[in-house]
């Protein structure tokens, strides 16, 4: 255990980084869909366009930010701040270095071990989930109810799979927690080999667990207006905004921790952090490339896929995975 | 026991229409496949990173100026021969044809001392609220003294509604020439379709 007054200082500057992480993600997003699309990004707003999250900022705060006369005032704002904070809490498991030693103390490589914490990730993300129906619910109207109906359902049903896919990962590790996963796929194959059936479940269920694209019919803007958060405007939407990137940069971190090697690198693990945001530069790439590509599931496809397509393939991935690990 | 009959009786005989005239459109479709193709999906893929390494076709407004026809319907502009009179003589033709009735045309007489136009009258009071305009041209075809046409400066903004209601010395300037004007006899389409170079 390390001193409080070594953790709250790098808590604060993981929080940070990753608040700053997820305004230029806005930017490398908006950059590489219109890369892909044969058109500049935004390039006005200072050079290559980079202060263009900063004028998002500046616009979101200054928008007049307003309640629905018929909304519940306290659920209404309390929504978008539990789907934040239960986002950036989960960046507390995540290891991202293998400790250091300065000054004869020791700095840890993670905020928190705890020895479950991959079921902690789960349990945030659908105490999450909570902020989802209550923000659209809220709202008393009826494009947002229907919208976060949607979006909840869309996300409890593909939360099954995500776990289920992981599942593999536990058994092969022999531990629920993210720092015991990272170091046993040191020196060993990543675990990207043996459960590459587990991978690909695990980023077809992150991509519908985050509502991103091919899975993000709840929110676009031609079916349901923008789904559960069309009441909310100003810095309400940027905080639902800040929830989902968010959780897509979590996300791409849990796949980098427990699929990829985590902070492992091919030479000097002291340099633990920057593998750790290569990979995950990597999978948010990945995520950006696959929004670009693919068109919108219509609810129907969505549901089914998840229930009859992803789940079965999860199951049995678990299924072989755990007779795999007791023949061998 | 006899089923009872649900069908006419000529039921069970009928055939499919033949292939007569006027029954053409009537063959039976091959069956398409639509199964699903998730391989060919991963094709989409390359397709889109491939387009990250071209360059992309937005032609940078300010930098670079499409340049515009020559009969391209911009500002406004009224006319004067070449002794100094101007050519609009206040008949509100324009103003008639106006589909949009943005123009306003107040007509004074023409006294031997105080000579505008070369008719009898001249338009003492000429506005075009640009607001309301939608650019048609229709003034320009409906004016018999050829006193108006729409020349080609679209670079119009103003900061406030009122700054948009031309008035008749508005009018009479030389618009301002910030974008070029596609020479017609160079192309075969009045405007070049992807310039790349600014």
Same mark, same amino acid.
């Given at each position: 255990?390390?001193?409080?007054?070594?953790?709250?200082?790098?808590?604060?500057?993981?929080?940070?980084?990753?608040?700053?992480?997820?305004?230029?993600?806005?930017?490398?997003?908006?950059?590489?869909?219109?890369?892909?699309?044969?058109?500049?990004?935004?390039?006005?707003?200072?050079?290559?366009?980079? +202060?263009?999250?900063?004028?998002?900022?500046?616009?979101?705060?200054?928008?007049?930010?307003?309640?629905?006369?018929?909304?519940?005032?306290?659920?209404?704002?309390?929504?978008?701040?539990?789907?934040?904070?239960?986002?950036?809490?989960?960046?507390?498991?995540?290891?991202?270095?293998?400790?250091?030693?300065?000054?004869?103390?020791?700095?840890?490589?993670?905020?928190?071990?705890?020895?479950?914490?991959?079921?902690? +990730?789960?349990?945030?993300?659908?105490?999450?989930?909570?902020?989802?129906?209550?923000?659209?619910?809220?709202?008393?109207?009826?494009?947002?109810?229907?919208?976060?109906?949607?979006?909840?359902?869309?996300?409890?049903?593909?939360?099954?799979?995500?776990?289920?896919?992981?599942?593999?990962?536990?058994?092969?590790?022999?531990?629920?927690?993210?720092?015991?996963?990272?170091?046993?796929?040191?020196?060993?194959?990543?675990?990207?080999?043996?459960?590459?059936?587990?991978?690909?479940?695990?980023?077809?269920?992150?991509?519908?667990?985050?509502?991103?694209?091919?899975?993000? +019919?709840?929110?676009?803007?031609?079916?349901?207006?923008?789904?559960?958060?069309?009441?909310?405007?100003?810095?309400?939407?940027?905080?639902?905004?800040?929830?989902?990137?968010?959780?897509?940069?979590?996300?791409?971190?849990?796949?980098?921790?427990?699929?990829?090697?985590?902070?492992?690198?091919?030479?000097?693990?002291?340099?633990?952090?920057?593998?750790?945001?290569?990979?995950?530069?990597?999978?948010?790439?990945?995520?950006?490339?696959?929004?670009?590509?693919?068109?919108? +599931?219509?609810?129907?496809?969505?549901?089914?896929?998840?229930?009859?397509?992803?789940?079965?393939?999860?199951?049995?991935?678990?299924?072989?995975?755990?007779?795999?690990?007791?023949?061998? | 026991?006899?089923?009872?009959?649900?069908?006419?009786?000529?039921?069970?005989?009928?055939?499919?229409?033949?292939?007569?005239?006027?029954?053409?459109?009537?063959?039976?479709?091959?069956?398409?496949?639509?199964?699903?193709?998730?391989?060919?999906?991963?094709?989409?893929?390359?397709?889109?990173?491939?387009?990250?390494?071209?360059?992309?076709?937005?032609?940078?407004?300010?930098?670079?100026?499409?340049?515009?026809?020559?009969?391209?319907?911009?500002?406004?502009?009224?006319?004067?021969?070449?002794?100094?009179?101007?050519?609009?003589?206040?008949?509100?033709?324009?103003?008639?044809?106006?589909?949009?009735?943005?123009?306003?045309?107040?007509?004074?007489?023409?006294?031997?001392?105080?000579?505008?136009?070369?008719?009898?009258?001249?338009?003492?009071?000429?506005?075009?609220?640009?607001?309301?305009?939608?650019?048609?041209?229709?003034?320009?075809?409906?004016?018999?003294?050829?006193?108006?046409?729409?020349?080609?400066?679209?670079?119009?903004?103003?900061?406030?509604?009122?700054?948009?209601?031309?008035?008749?010395?508005?009018?009479?300037?030389?618009?301002?020439?910030?974008?070029?004007?596609?020479?017609?006899?160079?192309?075969?389409?009045?405007?070049?379709?992807?310039?790349?170079?600014?």
């Amino acid at each position: 255990m390390e001193p409080w007054w070594i953790s709250l200082p790098k808590a604060f500057i993981v929080i940070n980084l990753v608040l700053l992480m997820f305004a230029y993600l806005t930017w490398v997003e908006r950059k590489v869909i219109g890369r892909m699309q044969r058109r500049y990004g935004p390039n006005r707003a200072g050079p290559f366009g980079l +202060l263009q999250p900063i004028a998002d900022l500046v616009k979101l705060i200054r928008k007049e930010s307003f309640v629905p006369t018929a909304g519940i005032d306290v659920l209404y704002i309390g929504a978008p701040v539990l789907s934040a904070f239960t986002a950036l809490a989960a960046f507390a498991v995540i290891p991202f270095g293998p400790g250091w030693e300065v000054l004869d103390y020791h700095i840890d490589g993670y905020i928190a071990n705890v020895s479950i914490s991959l079921m902690l +990730l789960f349990a945030l993300g659908s105490v999450g989930i909570y902020g989802f129906i209550v923000g659209g619910w809220a709202s008393e109207s009826k494009y947002s109810l229907l919208g976060s109906m949607r979006t909840c359902a869309q996300l409890v049903s593909y939360e099954v799979s995500l776990a289920l896919s992981v599942l593999g990962i536990v058994l092969m590790a022999q531990s629920l927690s993210l720092v015991d996963i990272v170091a046993t796929q040191d020196g060993d194959w990543w675990f990207v080999l043996p459960q590459a059936v587990g991978f690909v479940v695990f980023l077809i269920a992150g991509t519908a667990e985050t509502n991103r694209a091919p899975f993000d +019919l709840p929110e676009a803007e031609t079916e349901l207006v923008a789904g559960y958060h069309t009441e909310y405007s100003g810095m309400r939407w940027g905080l639902f905004q800040m929830a989902e990137y968010v959780n897509l940069i979590l996300l791409s971190a849990l796949a980098t921790t427990l699929f990829l090697g985590g902070w492992h690198g091919p030479w000097d693990d002291w340099f633990g952090p920057l593998w750790f945001l290569l990979k995950v530069a990597v999978m948010i790439f990945l995520f950006i490339w696959l929004r670009t590509t693919l068109p919108r +599931l219509r609810y129907d496809q969505l549901m089914r896929f998840g229930w009859k397509v992803l789940l079965p393939v999860a199951t049995a991935n678990a299924v072989v995975t755990a007779a795999l690990v007791l023949a061998l | 026991m006899a089923r009872p009959q649900r069908y006419a009786s000529w039921f069970h005989e009928r055939r499919e229409p033949s292939a007569e005239p006027g029954s053409a459109g009537r063959e039976p479709k091959e069956a398409r496949d639509v199964s699903p193709q998730p391989l060919e999906s991963l094709k989409g893929f390359g397709v889109t990173l491939k387009q990250v390494f071209k360059k992309p076709i937005t032609q940078q407004y300010p930098e670079y100026k499409r340049p515009v026809y020559p009969r391209f319907r911009g500002r406004h502009r009224l006319w004067r021969f070449e002794n100094g009179l101007e050519k609009c003589v206040g008949c509100s033709l324009c103003a008639a044809a106006c589909p949009a009735d943005c123009i306003r045309v107040v007509p004074a007489e023409n006294t031997a001392d105080h000579r505008i136009s070369a008719g009898e009258r001249y338009a003492r009071i000429y506005e075009i609220n640009l607001s309301r305009c939608i650019f048609c041209g229709y003034c320009e075809l409906a004016c018999p003294f050829d006193a108006i046409t729409l020349e080609q400066e679209f670079e119009l903004s103003e900061y406030s509604r009122d700054d948009l209601i031309y008035t008749k010395d508005m009018l009479l300037a030389e618009p301002v020439k910030r974008v070029p004007v596609a020479d017609p006899d160079l192309y075969d389409t009045p405007i070049p379709a992807y310039k790349t170079d600014a």
